[in-house]
C-alpha cells in the first residue's frame, strides 16, 4: 500500500512537473494595476517574479499603479506595438481600481431591432453588439477584450479576479476602507469580481478567480503577514502575498493543458 501510494504522490508530481515544464522560456506579458506594476508596490518581487522562478516563463509587464481597465486599453495597445507575435500567453489583473474609483458596472451588449434572412424570407429579430463604452466596467473590459482577441487569436488569455480588499491609508486624501463598505455607486468589490468572471463566458477566455482562490483575506489581522502594512496598508500583498498568488495561478494552468 505504501509503495502505490509513493507511486501515485510520483506521479502526480512528475505530472504537474511536465506541465509547469512547458512554459520554460514563454514569453507571457503581464497587464493591470499596481499589483502587477514592476516597480514592485508594498513587495519587493511580484508574483510574476516567482512565476518567472519556477517556471522559467520571461515576463513582459506593463501594469502600472492606479490603473483601471480604462487604462489597461493602452497598456493592450503598447504590446501589441512592442510585441505584434512572438508572445505566448497574456494575463490581465484589473478590477480593483474601478471598485474604488466607482465605475458603474454597465452592459456587455446593445441590442437593437434586425432582421434576419433565414432561409425562408426575412424575419424580425432581435441582434446583439459590443457595448464599447468606456465609462463603465463591462464597457471597458469589451475594449480591451477586443484588441487582445483580436490581435492574438492563437493565445491563452487569463483574466484574474481581484483579491479581497483590505484598509489602506496613503495620506488624507487616499484613505480606502476595507471591502465590507460599499464604494459611492453601493456597489461591492464582489459585483466586479462577478463580472469578470462573467467575461470569461463572453470572450471565450480562462478566468483564475484569485478572489476565492488565492486564500488570502486582508479582513482579518492574521493576515496581515501577507500584506505590506498592517496599520496602513493591507490592500497590497508582500513577497509572501505574491507567493500565495502565484501558487493559485499554478494549480490552474497545471491543468490548463
Not at 488565492?214 to 507567493?243: T, V, W
Request: hydrophobic fraction near 40%; charge should be negative.
Amino acid at each position: 500500500m505504501k509503495a502505490k501510494l509513493l507511486f501515485l504522490a510520483l506521479f502526480v508530481t512528475v505530472k504537474c512537473l511536465a506541465s509547469h515544464g512547458d512554459w520554460n522560456g514563454k514569453r507571457v506579458a503581464f497587464l493591470g494595476d499596481s499589483i502587477t506594476d514592476a516597480r514592485h508596490i508594498g513587495c519587493t518581487s511580484n508574483y510574476w517574479n516567482f512565476l518567472e522562478r519556477d517556471l522559467g516563463i520571461v515576463p513582459l509587464v506593463y501594469g502600472r499603479s492606479g490603473h483601471k481597465w480604462k487604462d489597461v486599453k493602452g497598456q493592450a495597445e503598447q504590446l501589441v506595438a512592442e510585441h505584434p507575435d512572438g508572445i505566448d500567453a497574456i494575463f490581465v489583473f484589473a478590477g480593483t481600481n474601478d471598485y474604488k474609483a466607482d465605475v458603474p458596472l454597465g452592459e456587455w451588449f446593445d441590442i437593437e431591432d434586425a432582421k434576419v434572412d433565414r432561409g425562408k424570407g426575412e424575419v424580425a429579430v432581435k441582434h446583439r453588439v459590443f457595448n464599447l463604452d468606456d465609462a463603465t466596467f463591462r464597457g471597458r473590459i469589451n475594449v480591451v477584450m477586443k484588441i487582445l482577441k483580436d490581435k492574438y487569436p492563437n493565445l491563452d488569455i487569463f483574466l484574474l479576479t481581484p483579491i479581497h480588499r483590505g484598509y489602506a491609508t496613503f495620506g488624507q486624501k487616499n484613505i480606502q476602507p476595507e471591502e465590507s463598505y460599499s464604494n459611492g455607486l453601493g456597489l461591492f468589490i464582489d459585483d466586479y469580481v462577478v463580472a469578470i468572471k462573467e467575461a470569461g463566458n463572453v470572450w471565450a477566455v480562462s478566468v483564475i478567480d484569485l478572489n476565492a482562490e488565492s486564500g488570502l483575506f486582508p479582513l482579518f489581522k492574521s493576515h496581515a503577514q501577507f500584506f505590506s502594512n498592517s496599520e496602513r496598508d493591507m490592500l497590497h500583498p508582500n513577497n509572501e502575498g505574491h507567493e500565495r498568488i502565484e501558487k493559485a495561478i499554478l494549480r490552474r494552468i497545471s491543468h490548463s493543458d
